[in-house]
């Protein structure tokens, strides 16, 4: 098991930058998987990026070319640069762990963009 802990959320206008980061409290080398995902109200969570331990990301096709996922296995951190934020990017964003037999999830931070 791993605690996952999400920061960098806020308020950001349309068209602006943020980039969340989730640490973990033991090291991520080991975890094949680690991804963001988001929950907006009345939707069902849904993936918006997730990385192999060797690098390779997947995207939304809705973040695709404008968000990045990243991780740096030394500091046990995983990271989402968002850029070029839209209002339908406001959710609620959740790092979560694949260990294989479950997932890990950490407590989620806000991210609202204004038109």
């Known amino acids: 098991q791993v605690q996952l802990v999400e920061s960098g959320g806020g308020l950001v206008q349309a068209g602006g930058s943020l980039r969340l980061s989730c640490a973990a409290s033991?090291?991520?080398?080991?975890?094949?998987?680690m991804g963001w995902y988001r929950q907006a109200p009345g939707k069902q969570r849904e993936l918006v990026a997730a990385?192999?331990?060797?690098?390779?990301?997947n995207y939304a096709d809705s973040v695709k070319g404008r968000f990045t996922i990243s991780r740096d296995n030394a500091k046990s951190t995983v990271y989402l640069q968002m850029n070029s934020l839209k209002p339908e990017d406001t959710a609620v964003y959740y790092c979560a762990a694949d260990m294989g037999y479950a997932y890990d999830w950490g407590q989620g931070t806000q991210v609202t963009v204004s038109s």
């Open positions: 990385i192999t331990r060797g690098g390779s990301g």
């Open positions: 033991k090291s991520i080398f080991s975890i094949s998987t």
